[in-house]
């Protein structure tokens, strides 16, 4: 056999087999009992199960309440009106799309402590309605406070970071609190979730962002069926070895210790006081543990900069289950949860002298404020901050 036709025969052999994988892997992937056995928590598991599901329901992000963002995927829409959602609970957002029916205004009242709040749909409050959440139930025990609450369903920090750069910041938050869920970590280590995501990677120590802007999604139905289903088989067989060898749990915190870290930063940038709040959930609410290992890890980002809190609301669940109440063992929490956690917060945040509780700021005297000041030497300057923080988007 000549040399070409030994060339012309590798060829046809490889295409062939790759032909032939390509159709076992699409017939896998296409039978419902062995394709959820192929499911991980990577982003072809993710992005093939958002395009069943849309394939015939529409162009819709994840939630008929979302829409396409092109800087984090998807934010919930602005200005829904009792919208019904979760067995029923009302929905509403403000004109910038935040849960609740209240806006705000950028520039704050000098006389309010204004406490922005960051998360995933633990504090966003899928499932419960718009007076349920933790941050509604404290806005409620600090009637003298503003509480915002940017929580956003399905969000990893890596997105939370961005809203927070984007939008956040000219909140003049005086405290900026990350709701802080050990589930986020690993959504900062994908490209797809709920949607396709941005994502930033680690170059030389330094974060990049990259996967912006996010596509459309009537750009991923319209070229999904072109894409080889051998991808994904590579990336579920990738991301098995990955954890089985420790690697993903590394990547995970690496990342993850830098998103939070950049997220401190930018929050003592304008003054603000960054606090991590941990918070339980499933079976973890009633672990009999002093520290769990999740817990050593969020402790662990504010061994690394000091001028960042942290603490944890699981105590708190403790104390509750101590006193004989019980709490769900899966999925999100019912109003019952959200109030330990916002029972939680208002007790740190005035044990730490964060907060004057609301008798103490009755009793106080006229034109002596209403929280007790930021030290500009040490979180710096408002003013100069914004300027800052908007040149980096």
């Not at 093939?48 to 919930?76: C, I, L």
């Not at 609740?100 to 205004?105: A, S, T």
């Not at 990893?156 to 609190?177: A, C, N, R, S």
């Amino acid at each position: 056999m000549s040399r070409k036709k030994r060339l012309i025969f590798v060829f046809v052999t490889i295409a062939f087999s790759a032909f032939l994988f390509e159709a076992v892997a699409r017939l896998a992937f296409s039978i419902p009992q062995i394709g959820k056995r192929l499911e991980a928590n990577e982003d072809y598991t993710y992005l093939r199960n958002w395009v069943r599901e849309h394939q015939k329901a529409g162009t819709a992000t994840y939630y008929s309440f979302d829409m396409y963002d092109p800087s984090k995927g998807w934010k919930p829409r602005p200005n829904l009106k009792d919208e019904k959602a979760w067995n029923d609970k009302i929905l509403n957002t403000n004109s910038k799309g935040l849960r609740g029916k209240k806006d705000f205004p950028y520039p704050k009242n000098k006389e309010k402590l204004r406490i922005l709040i960051l998360g995933d749909s633990f504090t966003f409050g899928d499932d419960v309605g718009d007076d349920e959440t933790y941050s509604a139930y404290l806005q409620a025990m600090l009637p003298d406070a503003e509480i915002i609450n940017m929580g956003v369903h399905g969000y990893g920090h890596d997105q939370m970071l961005i809203l927070f750069k984007e939008e956040g910041v000219k909140y003049e938050p005086d405290i900026v609190l990350l709701g802080f869920l050990q589930l986020d970590m690993s959504r900062n280590t994908l490209d797809f979730r709920d949607f396709a995501k941005p994502r930033f990677v680690l170059e030389k120590g330094e974060l990049k962002l990259t996967g912006i802007p996010v596509p459309r999604p009537e750009e991923i139905l319209q070229w999904d069926w072109a894409r080889p289903r051998l991808i994904d088989f590579f990336s579920l067989l990738r991301h098995r070895i990955k954890k089985t060898l420790g690697l993903q749990q590394r990547e995970m915190e690496k990342i993850t210790s830098a998103i939070l870290l950049e997220l401190i930063r930018s929050a003592e940038i304008i003054g603000a006081l960054p606090i991590l709040a941990y918070l339980p959930r499933g079976k973890e609410i009633a672990m009999d543990i002093a520290v769990t290992d999740d817990e050593k890890y969020m402790f662990s980002i504010c061994r690394l900069n000091p001028k960042a809190k942290c603490f944890s609301t699981r105590p708190y669940f403790a104390e509750k289950i101590a006193q004989g109440q019980t709490f769900k063992s899966g999925g999100h929490w019912e109003p019952s949860g959200h109030l330990v956690v916002a029972e939680a917060i208002k007790r740190y945040l005035i044990e730490e002298g964060h907060v004057l509780a609301p008798q103490r700021i009755e009793n106080q005297r006229p034109g002596t404020g209403r929280h007790p000041p930021f030290d500009e030497s040490k979180h710096g300057s408002t003013d100069a901050a914004r300027s800052s923080l908007s040149g980096e988007n």
